[in-house]
């Protein structure tokens, strides 16, 4: 079975003996990782710059009273 190397696209053999797959070698897996982490690494930094006020749900005012 062979399948496409996700960061260059050459045919790499799936084999136990391969262990980068799906990957053709270690420089492959490394850059795909490596821009993974970073998106993660820009995520949590926008996160934590965020307001709080989104989504906030207004109590009361419902007419919920017997009468
Ligand atoms: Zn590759």
Not at 15 to 37: K, Q
Request: with cysteine; net charge neutral; aromatic share 6%.
């Amino acid at each position: 079975m062979k399948v496409k190397c996700p960061t260059c696209g050459s045919q790499v053999a799936w084999t136990e003996s391969n262990a980068f797959r799906p990957f053709c070698s270690e420089r492959c897996r490394t850059i795909d990782l490596g821009a993974w982490a970073s998106e993660r690494h820009r995520i949590a930094g926008e996160a934590l710059d965020a307001p709080s006020d989104a989504g906030t749900p207004t109590s009361g005012e419902a007419g919920d009273r017997k009468g």
